[in-house]
């Protein structure tokens, strides 16, 4: 039996729990006394204390050094762990080895914080996307296009003012980006990527060269924003060495897939030779119109005799298609390419390009809703459907984007400049944001 020395002096300020100073247990005694024959009583000697406690010089049983009864005997980032040692909290850290792969150890807060872009839930991935963003498997946020909602405009947020040049999908046009100067869509050639970056030539440069689309933050100068200026000085130029220090990129085609580049020249040497980014040749006596994940290319030898390269390059003329046929636009396909024409019968229709070159009819789009203006160009979504800009018949100055189908039924509007907020853009201090179409256009993915 332990041997304890009886404060009785002290009785009534050692035991709370129960009257004129009684105990049940320890815990109806002040901290470091014990209830010993229900009397609060202190140690003798360390024999009287717990394994990992040591009876000090006031007779109470006391943590050892290292050793805790609470949490509150250890660090923020600690608790006091089954052993009476502090441990490392669930969530805390001391290095980057004690967090997950995405995560980094702030020293400040011995907390394990996202690196940044990652994530645990979408929730974590911030505002800003053209696309809502999501949290992929690999803890990677992630904002790309799906089908239907991939077409976009390079649109402006001053209708006749060439330095607020802003893009947004069709579908959501509060949801804009911002950071271009006067000339960077100067050529109408920009592509997102199946990651949803957004790939142009920037006009401004001279030479122009390809770059890809970095988006800035509106300048700030106490509660004023503005349009940031030289926006397109953070974009990142890609490496085009098959042009030289004087020639421009002409266009470029993108790989559906991969995203991978192949661009040409313009100039003297230039034309019809396009290369990769390491100065490769990707083809060479045809303008390169689309490029499937399969590396088969769509290509035109004339102005109207269409091919496919195959992935060694050999040329299949394509069979099928009518005479009457003008070029709207093209998309690449697993199996092949999508072809938008529009036929001299003021009908425009669908068409699959196999990787053979045999084409068949997919559909015919629609007519037009009855308050919009037809029209017979547009740009391809990846599920087959014709985006089309046009205006209001029964209202002045408004453009919008008809959305057409290929099944046959009638066009509906996707976009449309009435439906912005009263207050936007410059007369809402840039909170509030707007893309406009005044002289823009549409542009897809490969």
Known sequence: MRSFVVWGAVLFLACTSTPEGLCENDSGCLPGLRCQEGICAGCGGDGDCQAWEACSAN?????????CSSNTQCQAWEVCGAGNTCELAEGSCLSAADCKAHE??????????????????????AGGSLWAATCAQDNQCQSVPVAGNDVLIWGTLSEGACYADAISSVLTPTRAQVGFGCYSSVDDNAVVSPSGRVHYIDGEKDPARLKVFV??????????????????????????????????VAS?????????????CGGVGGGNTYYNLQGGVV??????????ASDHLLASETSSDLVVLTPTRTVVPVTGLPVDRTFIDARARPTGFRLALFRSTDVQQL????????????GTYGAFPENVYGGGYGVLDSAGALHVESSRRDKVFVDVVVRRPAD?????????????PASVNYAANYEQLFNYMHISYLFAGP
Not at 59 to 67: A, D, I, Q, S, T
Not at 104 to 117: F, S
Not at 228 to 233: E, F, I, K, N, Q
Not at 351 to 362: C, K, M, S, Y
């Open 215 to 248: 988006p800035d933050a509106f300048k700030v100068e106490g509660r004023t924003r503005s349009y940031p200026s030289d926006g397109a000085a953070n974009d990142t130029q890609l490496p085009t060495p098959g042009c030289s220090a004087t020639q421009d």
């Open 283 to 292: 083809a060479s006596g045809h303008r390169l119109i689309a490029w499937n």
């Open 104 to 125: 980094v150890c702030n020293e400040a807060t011995r907390k394990c914080d996202l690196q940044p872009g990652r994530c645990n839930t979408s929730d974590d991935c």
């Open 351 to 362: 068409w699959h390009i196999d990787q053979e070159g045999v084409a068949t009819l997919e």
């Open 252 to 264: 470029f085609v993108m790989q559906a897939g991969t995203g991978a580049i192949a661009y040409n």
């Open 59 to 67: 007779r109470r049983c006391e943590p050892r050094e290292g050793m």
């Open 408 to 420: 046959g039924s009638p066009g509906t509007i996707v976009y449309s400049e009435d439906s912005a």
